[in-house]
């Protein structure tokens, strides 16, 4: 059990640096002040078609791997 409990908590570890580089690189979501200002709308072709883009890949990569560290946060804190 001691080695199967170190190889989870290595992937841990992977996978918080991997979420943490993740969420870094990401652009804000908020459209600025400038936006809010003059009424600029949010709905334009680039956030439509967003998800087969680059940063949809990386949204999408984020909310699975913020998934994957709440299962390895409860599976680490259980006693075994």
Do not use: H, P
């Amino acid at each position: 059990m001691g080695t199967l409990r170190v190889i989870t908590q290595i992937i841990y570890i992977l996978i918080c640096i991997a979420l943490t580089v993740l969420v870094l690189k990401q652009e804000g979501k908020g459209d600025g002040l400038s936006g809010a200002i003059t009424g600029a709308a949010s709905e334009t072709y680039w956030s439509k078609n967003k998800g087969r883009s680059l940063e949809g890949t990386m949204e999408t990569a984020t909310k699975v791997l913020a998934g994957a560290f709440i299962v390895l946060s409860v599976v680490l804190n259980l006693n075994w």
